[in-house]
């Protein structure tokens, strides 16, 4: 301001004087004066000009505008009652009517589309571009129109798929019938390829598969095309894909039986038909999937969206830009008008505002260079004070002010860089400099709310070194510090730049990988791992780490930091526990929910104290109905939780380690009862199942032989069952286990059979007495072809290795009668008996077993 009132200004030379006034208050005024009186002049003598115009031109558009909204107005009605006419035409095709008034409706549209192009208001506007635009589209939509109720008329256009099957897939389906019965008529016509019973049952089976596939597939195509029954689509395809895969295995064993000549000429030649064929059946079937998932199932669906619903989007928006431009035409001309009284107004208003704006300018221009910098540091100086900050600070012209600014962001500088200094400190692990366990739990909030919002996946990783405590209590403190130390770095270097590595305390780590799923999250913990395989120089001396890392992901294992830091924490340990370096958590690991550890101490106190309980189910022979043996089977009956299902006992054993305990109660339980009955002069074997985890165990084959011992029982009074998945989650160990067993004269059985997925060349090595049918064959064998079929395939298969055949579940007599037509050996289930308490039993074996037994004899005689 001073360069406004001094009087020294006129002192100076011409140009400082000349500079000053433009950048003073009082030269900047004086040059806007000038300029704003200019202004008025300009916009005084062009007024009456635009008014005189203005008037005239909007007379003569108002008469063309009022044509053309008519004209649109009728396309717009058109277009409608022929879309109209078009839906209800497509959905009942037989409606003729329908589609010749669609007709109509089109032409009416293209006439006052041909109407249009006359009209004197588009060609003064030079419009004439839209108007013929307008009018090819509703051509081309017409035609459109015309092939759409072509294509609706003939199925084959309609549905594409039709087409596909027609001329991919029913060729081959047609090869494939045909090499089947040309397998199955060589096969009965031959004598020796007919007592090949395993091939034919191969060929069979594989043609019930083939029979199975093609109907699941008609029932499919009839689902889309007919729209019945389309929530059943995806589990068709599954059912298609899952028989293919199981043709395929089919395909598989024949290949080898036409390796082995196991198969007839034709049935060879007719193999090498059938399996090129099935491919070229399933490759179509994947196109007709592609058709059927894609926006083209349906050619009238595809062409609306593709061809008309675009066609009639381009008219409606034609129809709208005119209409837009007949508005701002219309609006253009009141405003035209209306300038011209408002403009002599406003000019009143800015010569007599004039005087004004001086005033104003000075009060603004005081605000600007003094009163708004003070105040902003007066504001700056406040958040500062309450720790907030942010205030951006002005540059003025002012060197008082503009100093007293400077001063105040050297303050604020200096003050950032120690809180900066304390935060770090604060948030980062004081041996290492590595993010702390309060940074870390701050990042993986970030995390979630990042991952919840893109839905995307991240991991946790928990780390410990493997034995540090050893390094710290023979090396020293110092030792193991700078091992942390070189560990960090290691970490630190063999991460991305967006991942996160912290020391929660200790020898324990923690790491973020945000966007990346569990296994992508154990690839980097293999990493990491070979990375701490690698020496670390440690004062001269050269130490070897080995680490256990436990992963949990994002959102499968936890939605919040406390949960998966506890679940990675969980994963962590059964990695050190089972030395496996790095492992993803999994819900079965995790033992410390507040029932599951009350289970666990439960069982142990309940082994420990006797509280468990067996019971036992009746073993027949079906032929004659006598009893020849019973299943021991485990029951717990919890003072809080009620009665515990066996499978749930057998699984809290095994992942607390107590499984030989328990295994060990159930045999000598076992085995008393047994020498029990065989001393009372009931003389048949007991039998026991094993857990995978029992046949790991090295001391098992001696103490079974030492309990038989103690209870003086013949070694073949004990059977053992013991499931395919058992015997095959290691099949070498397995082996020597049960080879030891069979020698010492036990008798052995695969319980529940067919449902595991050993393989007959592992099944017939094995040194068992016994297949037990699982129950889930035998439920509904009276009902079910396909059980019988597997039955009587596994019987058969059974008989010719040598080995006996006992069905669970049977629950009636029409199941028992047909066992015994089947050739089953032996039965168990409700029918016969349920499971009872010991002194239930020999009761039943006293009063009940023979009458069950003469029953049985009549259902035999019937």
Known sequence: MRALFSIADYCQEPQTLKFQFLNSLRGRFTVFAVIMAILVIVVAATGHWNASYISAESAANLGSRHQLQQYGHNIRVALFDGYKNLDAFLLDPTRAEFKDRSHNAMQSAIRYSEELIGNPWIKAHGRQDVVENLHTNLEVLNQDIEELILTRIEPTLQYPSLAMANRTLRPSRININNALAVMLNEMKEDSTARKDFEVYRVVLESRHLWTQMLSNFRLYLANRVGSFNEAALPVQEAAVDTMYVQLTEQMQLLKKYVDQNRLGFQSSIAFEDLQANLKTWHDGFGRVKEIHHSDYWRADTAFIKDRIEPRVEGISRLLELLDKEIENSATLDLQALTSVTT??????????????????????????????????????????????????????????????????????????????????????????????????????????????????????????????????????????????????????????????????????????????????????????????????????????????????????????????????????????????????????????????????????????????????????????????????????????????????????????????????????????????????????????????????????????????????????????????????????????????????????????????????????????????????????????????????????????????????????????????????????????????????????????????TQEIRKIQNF
């Open 343 to 852: 403009l002599q107004t406003n000019i009143l208003f800015i010569i007599a505002g004039f005087g004004l704006v001086f005033l104003g300018l000075s009060v603004v221009s005081m605000q600007r260079l003094i009163f708004n910098p003070i105040e902003t540091v007066a504001k700056a100086l406040k958040a500062e004070a309450f720790g907030k900050g942010g205030v951006v600070l002005p540059s003025v012209r002012s060197k008082e002010t503009q100093n007293l600014i400077d001063a105040f962001a050297e303050m604020r500088k200096q003050v950032h860089m120690r809180q900066a200094e304390l935060e770090h400190q604060a948030l980062h692990d004081g041996l290492t400099n590595l993010p702390n366990r309060t940074l870390l739990h701050d990042r993986v909030e970030h995390a979630i709310h990042l991952a919840r919002r893109e839905h995307k996946h991240f991991s946790l990783l928990m780390m410990d070194l493997d034995r540090f405590k050893e390094v710290n209590d023979t090396l020293g403190h110092h030792v193991g510090d700078n091992l942390l130390v070189e560990v960090g770095k290691r970490l630190f270097n063999n991460l991305r730049e967006i991942d996160t590595v912290a020391r929660l305390g200790g020898d324990e780590f923690a790491i973020l990988l945000p966007n990346s799923e569990a296994e992508q999250a154990r690839g980097t913990a293999n990493k990491i791992l070979g990375a701490l395989e690698e020496v670390f120089a440690i004062d001269e001396l050269n130490l070897y780490v080995k680490a256990s890392i436990g992963i949990a992901d994002y959102p499968e294992h936890g939605t919040d930091v406390g949960t998966l830091l506890q679940r990675a924490d969980v994963a962590m340990y059964v990695a050190k526990r089972n030395k496996l370096g790095a492992v993803v958590y999994d819900k079965k690991d995790d033992e410390y929910s507040v029932g599951r550890l009350s289970l666990m101490s439960d069982l142990r106190e309940a082994i420990e104290k006797d509280a468990l309980a067996l019971h036992f189910q009746p073993k027949f022979d079906i032929y004659t109905g006598t009893v020849i043996g019973a299943e021991a089977l485990l029951r717990w009956d919890h003072t809080n939780y009620g009665a515990i299902p066996p499978d749930q006992i057998v699984t809290l054993a095994e992942q607390t380690g107590l499984i030989d305990s328990l295994s060990d109660w159930v045999l000598a339980k076992a085995l008393k009862q047994c020498s029990h009955w065989h001393s009372q002069g009931l003389d048949f074997s007991i039998a026991v199942n094993l857990s995978v985890y029992n046949l790991k165990n090295a001391a098992l084959v001696a103490h079974i032989k030492e309990l038989l011992s103690e209870h003086d029982l013949p070694h073949d009074a004990l059977m053992l069952e013991i499931t395919e998945s058992a015997m095959m989650a290691n099949p070498m160990q397995s082996m020597e286990t049960l080879s030891q067993l069979d020698a010492m004269g036990v008798k052995l059985a695969i319980d529940d059979f067919g449902t595991g997925f050993s393989s007959l060349a592992y099944l017939k090595q094995l040194p068992v007495d016994e297949l037990k049918i699982d129950k889930s064959f035998v439920f509904d064998l009276i009902n079910d072809e396909n059980d019988e079929m597997i039955v009587r395939s596994t019987i058969e298969l059974a008989h010719n290795m040598g080995l006996n055949v006992v069905a669970e579940g049977v629950e009636c007599a029409e199941t028992y009668r047909m066992l015994q037509e089947l050739g089953c050996d032996m039965a168990q289930g409700y029918f016969l008996s349920p499971p009872l308490k010991k002194s239930h039993l020999e009761k039943w074996l006293r009063h009940d077993a023979d009458i069950l």
